[in-house]
């Protein structure tokens, strides 16, 4: 048989402790806000040059296009005005005149290159310009030959780039016999080179990408640092809130971020977080106050239990004959401090069921009529008296959404509370009717529980609800009430958004009124 394998298990470093005790992590650079602004930022702006420069490029090509062919259709025309025609020894064919010299030195001086060609004896009677000994090729003059329409194109030519436009030159005599068109016997070509033109569209393009590489750096760099000035508060308040993170004492509720006074998001966003510091310090002090309270009057009743039991076990170990009386007594004690005890855990699971679903929809629950929860309550108070006198009015039925049962605790808890306080031949009285909220100016269902007991002194009323709070002479222990009913009453009427008002005047009596909203529909 295999030994079983032992286990251990140490409190020195538990999963959770682990956890909270490491460094934050810090978020990849790629995913960081940071550099996605700045990525965004400097991107939009490459784009927008980008398009920029193509946009102004394509817009320089057409001017320069545009403007060649204006240059070269107008040479070709200055041309066409100055070339000719004369008979041959047939009557039906014409050709060019070439005696006179043309005068094209305007037209060659800004570049343009002439060559005019007669289709009639399928030679060059002029042929001038630094581009004429490339262009046109006898390919290209046999191929516009049969062209009658003015043409414009881009040629290379023994690895030169040029552009080329052919205006044809239609006689003024001959006409096609076939057609009735008036027939081309000669063609003028004018061309000049495109290295000009390639070469400003080479410089634009490295000046835009020159440009554009400074644009971007510079967008780069300055969304970097932007966003590095404007992510700042947000670092302080992560380093902040990780350093509170990692304090778990209780002192560490008590810091708040460091928050700049801009009046921005950040501002706005740092005050919501130190708001949520406040309410969960506030929570926590409130717990801790509630836990040692929750200590200290359970450890009483147990004390005096204890205290009964000890003597009793002392005196049959001793042997000696325990006195029914003292005997009685002992169990007596007993008896009250676990039935104290008893009241006091049941109302601080009341409480505790309260607080944990103040919210609900009270349009879930049906409409309940107060009077006749007020009868209830009265009908159960009744047992509580000692020859005081309950007084239950009604002004008529006054209907609520809510939940009956809370609502009668409610009211048993004031009628149980002005009892205790109210001596005998005292009245307590239970009032149900409708009001109009004197702030709000909106109807509610209103509880009024008076009393002609000891009232409650100014000092004491700010703190009446507070768990476990107990008003000098009036509220002592002895009363018998766990100082808790007023914080349950109080978490139950706020569950159905309402409040409640208190009115004392020492001596004379205390007031307590329940304000409940009218909500139907």
Not at 114 to 141: H, K, M
Not at 391 to 419: C, F, K, P, R, Y
Not at 433 to 449: F, G, L, M, S
């Amino acid at each position: 048989m295999s030994k079983p394998q032992s286990a251990t298990m140490t409190s020195r470093e538990l999963p959770e402790e682990r956890s909270q005790g490491v460094l934050r992590r810090r978020v990849p650079f790629l995913f960081s806000v940071r550099f996605g602004i700045t990525a965004w930022y400097a991107g939009v702006l490459i784009i927008t040059l980008s398009m920029l420069g193509i946009g102004l490029r394509v817009l320089l090509i057409r001017s320069l296009d545009q403007d060649a062919e204006n240059r070269l259709s107008n040479a070709a025309r200055d041309v066409s005005t100055q070339v000719s025609e004369r008979p041959t020894g047939n009557a039906n064919l014409y050709q060019l005149d070439n005696s006179p010299t043309l005068d094209l030195q305007n037209i060659l001086f800004s570049g343009v290159s002439v060559t005019v060609v007669d289709f009639t004896t399928n030679e060059v009677t002029f042929d001038d310009g630094t581009l004429s000994n490339l262009w046109p090729t006898q390919a290209d003059i046999e191929r516009y030959k049969t062209s009658n329409e003015p043409t414009l194109g881009t040629y290379r030519v023994n690895g030169y780039a040029i552009r080329g436009y052919t205006l044809p030159i239609v006689s003024e005599h001959v006409v096609d016999p076939r057609t009735g068109v008036h027939m081309v016997i000669g063609m003028i070509f004018t061309s000049e080179s495109l290295s000009g033109t390639t070469h400003m569209l080479q410089q634009l393009s490295q000046a835009l990408i020159l440009f554009g590489v400074i644009g971007g750096a510079t967008a780069s760099i300055g969304g970097w640092s932007l966003a590095g000035r404007a992510l700042a508060p947000v670092n302080r308040f992560i380093d902040g809130a990780d350093d509170i993170a990692k304090d778990r004492t209780a002192a560490s509720l008590s810091r708040r971020l460091d928050v700049p006074q801009t009046g921005d998001e950040l501002a706005e966003l740092g005050n919501t977080f130190n708001d949520m510091l406040d309410r969960i310090e506030q929570a926590f002090k409130t717990q801790q106050r509630f836990v040692a309270d929750a200590s200290h009057e359970l450890r009483t009743p147990l004390t005096s239990i204890k205290g009964n039991v000890d003597v009793v076990r002392r005196q049959l170990s001793s042997g000696r004959e325990i006195d029914p009386r003292d005997l009685a007594d002992a169990l007596g004690d007993v008896s009250r401090e676990s039935e104290r005890m008893s009241r006091l855990v049941s109302d601080l699971l009341s409480l505790a069921r309260t607080d944990g679903n103040p919210t609900r929809n009270l349009n879930e629950h049906d409409v309940v009529s107060l009077d006749l929860l007020a009868r209830e309550a009265i009908r159960t108070a009744e047992v509580l008296v000692d020859k005081q006198v309950l007084v239950l009015t009604s002004e008529g039925e006054v209907l609520i959404h809510g939940d009956g049962d809370a609502l009668v605790q409610v009211m048993l808890i004031l009628l149980d509370n002005a009892i205790r306080h109210t001596p005998g031949e005292g009245t307590v009285s239970l009032t149900i009717r409708e009001d109009i909220d004197p702030q709000d100016k909106v109807r509610c269902a209103r509880i009024d529980v008076d009393d002609t007991g000891c009232g409650i002194a100014p000092q004491h009323l700010p703190h009446l609800f507070e768990r476990f709070y107990r008003a000098e002479d009036h509220r002592a222990r002895s009363s018998g009430g766990t100082g808790l009913g007023l914080s349950i009453a109080l978490s139950i009427v706020r569950a159905h958004k309402g409040w409640i008002d208190v009115a004392s005047t020492p001596g004379e009596g205390t007031n307590f009124t329940v304000w409940l909203p009218q909500r139907f529909g």
